[in-house]
């Protein structure tokens, strides 16, 4: 994932391919649609960013009337296709202070919608089972003592690293060359394909280091521990080729057109107001990839039960 990572689609669905495919050229005709009723919202491939659209989606077309579609982009063009109005806002971001700087603070094509009030944070994790085991593991200092029970068939005759998509912003080959380890980073290809693969691990109680993030369901079914990195600190992670440190721990926040923040009505200042918890955000999330609800479904389920959280966002 995610520190710096639809065509027009009805439904929004989860996605268990490759990293989502910039397909901004494709974007919806209802974007920036000169004062219809309208909203385009931005949904990347991890479950978590689809459980947030899932629920604003919900309210937007149940208590507000709005139309809603979504369009799938990449993080990085994300931000183009935002700039450009041809979505209307972003729910999750991770941190992308270059695309701040040029969109936000430059050009001031886009706007900040506030925070969604989950603190995202990426790290190195192996199951909590082996941990237990191994308690000397989650120190990146003796990882190297068990990378041969980390080897893969792709991961060279090295420990294995696992990360997911190569669209999700990881520092890690840098990390593991810069803390000298004798790992091979090797990408699952998406965030479901990650799953599957951590998933099969598990069931085979078999060791395994990787690439994770919080918050994210899986720990719900696949309990993990983190690997404790060299501390972060301001700055550590500055330059992409020299990082050898942790990743940070983020509050997500939420991005709007510049135009559809101004011009937007009630559904610009909902989107504004739209912030819950981690708890929430996993609920939904685990009801649309483990329980397999359609993302209406989930939506509706927790909408009817949390009327009390939502209702201030309408105000």
């Known amino acids: 994932m995610r520190i710096r990572t639809f065509a027009a689609v009805g439904a ?10 910039d397909m901004t050229e494709q974007a919806s005709p209802f974007a920036n649609a000169g004062g219809a009723k309208t909203v385009t919202l931005s949904v990347q491939s991890w479950v978590g960013a689809q459980a947030n659209v899932a629920v604003a989606r919900y309210l937007l077309e149940h208590e507000l009337g709005y139309r809603v579609d979504t ?20 729910l999750e971001d991770w941190g992308h202070p270059d695309q701040e700087q040029r969109y936000v603070e430059d050009k001031k094509t886009i706007a900040r919608g506030g925070d969604l009030g989950v603190t995202g944070h990426i790290g190195w994790f192996v199951p909590a089972y082996f941990a237990k085991q191994h308690p000397d ?44 380890l004798d790992y091979q980073v090797v990408f699952a290809g998406s965030e479901a394909a990650q799953i599957t693969q951590i998933q099969q ?13 919080a918050p994210q369901w899986l720990f719900e079914k696949v309990p993990m ?27 997500l926040q939420k991005y709007l057109n510049a135009d559809f923040a101004r011009d937007g009505g009630r559904a610009a200042a909902f989107l504004k107001k739209f912030r819950w918890t981690t708890e929430d955000q996993n609920a939904v999330s685990l009801m649309i990839a483990d329980q397999k609800l359609t993302p209406e479904q989930a939506a509706k389920k927790w909408v009817d039960g949390h009327e009390s959280t939502w209702r201030a966002w309408l105000s």
């Open 201 to 213: 691990f598990a069931k085979a109680k078999k060791p395994f280091l990787t690439y994770w993030y």
């Open 137 to 180: 593991v989650t120190d990146w200092k003796n990882l190297d003592k068990y990378a041969d029970r980390m080897r893969t068939p792709e991961s060279g005759g090295k420990g294995q690293l696992l990360d997911g998509s190569p669209s999700y912003v990881t520092n890690d080959k840098a990390l593991v060359k810069n803390l000298g």
């Open 71 to 90: 369009v799938q982009v990449d993080e990085v063009p994300a931000w183009d296709a935002l700039s450009q109005g041809r979505v209307d806002a972003i």
């Open 225 to 251: 521990t983190e690997v404790k990195l060299p501390a972060y600190e301001d700055g550590c992670d500055a330059d992409p080729e020299k990082v050898a440190c942790a990743y940070p721990r983020t509050p």
């Open 12 to 21: 929004l669905t989860l996605l268990t391919g490759c990293g989502a495919a």
